[in-house]
């Protein structure tokens, strides 16, 4: 029944999302609600390894900003079909994921998080100095002539970033209720104990590591025909590896609905401060906020609700 | 001629420069009760964590129902049936009592075929070991025995050939040991070998068959608890000269 449900509730939301562009005119509006989505895919494959297992991954930016290149050189040689592009950056940015699993996951806890870190430095240095996908100075992209169905481009794209996003939340949430999501949990509550209960703790870590690298490299696949101009700085922005984080852990990191609800807030309250304040204050309000809920609230909104509804109980 | 079940032969453990083990040998028989005792710092944490798989020992092998499992990681020693107690107890904190049991019900003993009834499985365990109240809560609200009673109860969720319980009485009350005493035995009478290492004499007496000292890295004696208490090296171990 309750899979029924979830499945009824994503058909709805993609269905929905249609149904709004035979409406809504405002070109600003897509434009906007893509970011958003961008978010919830970012948010929820950084739960994934983040929250399921407990490995925080600061270099978010560079699984993205992967997924975005690997499109700009694909683009530039090959195809500009959006769905090969979209396969080949989950393809590339799992096979990171697989990599730097490998390579740093037997260096528990913050020594991790430190490696991801490197790993996004690493890149955009690699990135500036490729001429090819235009080096420091960036890259302009042209996007395919528009659809039949969408009155533009952008229009076409969100939708798609809305089916990614379902796609990822549902995938996310199988992962929850699944045996590996157990295993999961087990390796963030106790690694040490786990790999003495049977749970294969080296194989479970990487599966996360790809799935959340592909994911991530997925959202970033559509990003050259969404910004038609791709520079390293703004592929590779502190914004992505900040949100990517902060939306989970102010939603609830140990819940599929937490990333959906961080993002979502996050994500649009930036939109808004973009418009009617300026830019430059979003990070301070991520900051802000996650300081805040890492006091007040460390099992964010998802766990503050639970717990206020067990007192009033 | 009884089967032996764990054989450890010149097992070698360094840190550093530091020797914790230096060459230990010693056979587990299939349904024993085994006690391993020895001052603190003599090697007993060290040797059973290279037994479950938790380190590898530099040279030496260990051999577990007939299989050289030397290399294997922590995770297939499991499965193959060696589940521990640790003496800091590791629970899953975020889990139920009920779900600490199904993680290595589902990953251990049912390895290879999902869709088992582990809810079910678990429990049974947990009846047996008298932690079936607490089944719903997490470990957050367990007491100190019963955090020791989570331990074995997990361990023996992972249907263990044998069990290893490290210190799972220290720090408990008389009545208490009694309690672990008596779940200790319980298992053993269901066929399970169980090596116990344990600082508080009167278990460790009361419950082994055959008890193997360490000092230092080294075993130094070996034998009934009758004979290793009246053993003058054990002796001068823990008393000095």
Redesign the interface.
Known sequence: MRRFAFLAGAIGVIALGLLVTRVVDNQYYYFAAYVVFQYVVLATAWNILGGYAGYVNFGSAAFFALGAYTSVVLIQAVTTHLVVLLVAGGLVSGLLGLGIGYLTLRLRGVFFSIATLALAVVLQTMVINWEYVGGARGITVSRPASLPLFSNYVEFLCIVMLALAVGTVALARWIQRS?LG??L??I???E???????????RLKLVATTVSGALMGIAGAPFPYYVTFVEPSAAFDLNYAVNALAMPMIGGT?TWAGPIIGAVLLGTAQQVATVTISSALNLLIVGVLLVLFVILAPEGIVGLTRRLARQAA | MVDVLLDVRDVVKRFGGFQALSGVSLEVRQGERFGLIGPNGSGKTTLINCISGALRNESGSIRFAGRDITTLPAHRRTRLGIARSFQIPKPFASMTVLENLCIPLEYAAHAHSHGADVAKEAMEILDLIGLAPKARITPSGLTQIEMRKLELARAMAARPKLLISDEAMAGLSSAEVDDILEILFALNARGITIIMIEHIMRAVMRFSERIVVLDAGEKIAEGAPDTIVANKAVEKAYLGE
């Open positions: 045996w157990r295993g949990a087990a963030r509550d106790n040490d104990a786990a790999e003495c209960m049977g749970v294969p703790t080296l140990t």
